[in-house]
């Protein structure tokens, strides 16, 4: 089956740090790739997308590049800011052997401290 | 685009007692999803909907667990019986159909069992 394993944390950075948390995953066919972020006390929300192989997915000075020759998908950022506090989720999804269902990673806590 | 809407937030209730969650999802989105979240754990797929029909249910979804989604707009979740093993935080998400569309979260209900 499918499942994806992130980097294990908690990972503390100070502001204007560089920022990588390790994704890789297992899957039948051909994923698409996601990752989320979660604050404190809200749902989860999409930061980046990635469908196919060699995209990336950015968004909010993140990034993401789908990797299918190491079937990675790791997130990164130049230079990470006290609002980044968060937990990150790397997913993915396969809509041929699994339909739309998410399956996530453990999930990563990220802080930074000014 | 008024997001993904939980109710309720919160729920505490005795072992034994059945509950009930409802989440209602961006309006023009008819696909439908619940997932269940632990402390630390990122979510597990639970079942989803097209419109009003349950297209997969995950096997962590046991007998005690039923989701309806009567008119293809808002999706109810009912856990009978509860028990321990059963708090967690649930979520719905809810995309537009086709491949790759992101599913956009609500910020969940929190169960609690006493």
Known sequence: GNSVTQMEGPVTLSEEAFLTINCTYTATGYPSLFWYVQYPGEGLQLLLKATKADDKGSNKGFEATYRKETTSFHLEKGSVQVSDSAVYFCALSEEETSGSRLTFGEGTQLTVNP | ?114
Not at chain 2, 22 to 31: A, G, K, L, Y
Not at chain 2, 91 to 109: E, K, M, R, V, W
Request: net charge neutral; glycine share 8%; proline share 5%.
């Open chain 2, 1 to 114: 685009d008024t997001g993904v809407s939980q109710d309720p937030r919160h729920k505490i209730t005795k072992r034994g007692q059945n509950v009930t969650f409802r989440c209602d999802p961006i309006s023009e989105h008819n696909r439908l999803y619940w997932y269940r979240q632990t402390l630390g754990q990122g979510p597990e797929f639970l079942t989803y909907f097209q419109n009003e029909a349950q297209l997969e249910k995950s096997r962590l979804l046991s007998d005690r667990f039923s989701a309806e989604r009567p008119k293809g707009s808002f999706s109810t979740l009912e856990i009978q019986r509860t028990e321990q093993g059963d708090s967690a935080m649930y979520l719905c998400a809810s995309s537009l159909p086709g491949l790759n569309q992101p599913q956009h979260f609500g910020d969940g209900t929190r169960l609690s069992i006493l």
